[in-house]
């Protein structure tokens, strides 16, 4: 298995306070996905990483920021969390982005209360 | 709008029984993921097609991309429990670095 790890794996928070999800690799691989799932959503993309603080968003992005400052480290950051943000959200990694496999981290549960 | 339309969103069935899986869409990829997807974890690459027509078998899964490359499907062979996960497919196009997902297909198969 790719060497992928998300932490934490479950957090409960309240509305309007600040959240960092974090999502480390071993594979020093360049792209680093942000998505969330969500019931009858499927997968949607928050923010991708395409290099060390080359950074993009994605469909929806709005409510969160990513920073990388490190090839191994992705952090996704909530500003100010609302209960639409209640999600599992699951950083994945690819070697060289387009048709290089996805390997996905077992995610993170977030509850926004 | 959905980039990428995946049929049916359910499937319950025996164990034995035969399914197919659509994965469809008015864009054309440069390659089409199917990965599968268990509680509690994240989603595993099944496979990777990435040539029109293309056909392949990973045991009772078959894999086929479509002549136009706008559509795949996945058919399962005498299904079994073990079978049972959220199936995702998901779609490159061309000069993307990023894939798009379909909104999964849940499957159970019962014994």
């Known amino acids: 298995d790719a060497g992928i790890t998300q932490s934490p794996r479950h957090k409960v928070t309240e509305t309007g306070t600040p959240v960092t999800l974090r999502c480390h690799q071993t594979?020093?691989?360049?792209?680093m996905y942000w998505y969330r799932q969500d019931p009858g959503h499927g997968l949607r993309l928050i923010h991708y990483s395409y290099g060390v603080k080359d950074t993009d968003k994605g469909e929806v992005s709005d409510g969160y920021s990513v920073s990388r400052s490190k090839t191994e480290d992705f952090l996704l950051t909530l500003e100010s969390a609302t209960s639409s943000q209640t999600s599992v959200y699951f950083c994945?990694?690819?070697?060289?982005?387009?048709?290089?496999?996805?390997?996905f981290g077992n995610g993170t549960r977030l509850t926004v209360t | 709008t959905q980039l990428l339309e995946q049929s049916p969103q359910f499937l319950s069935i025996q164990e034995g029984e035969n399914l197919t899986v659509y994965c469809n869409s008015s864009s054309v990829f440069s390659s089409l993921q199917w990965y599968r997807q268990e509680p509690g974890e994240g989603p595993v690459l099944l496979v990777t097609?990435?040539?029109?027509?293309e056909v392949k078998k990973l045991k009772r899964l078959t894999f086929q991309f479509g002549d136009a490359r706008k559509d795949s499907s996945l058919h399962i062979t005498a299904a079994q429990p073990g079978d049972t996960g959220l199936y995702l497919c998901a779609g490159v196009t061309g000069g993307s670095y990023i894939p798009t997902f379909g909104r999964g297909t849940s499957l159970i198969v019962h014994p």
């Open positions: 097609v990435v040539t029109g027509g």
């Open positions: 994945a990694i690819s070697a060289t982005g387009g048709n290089s496999p996805l390997h």
């Open positions: 594979e020093n691989h360049r792209y």
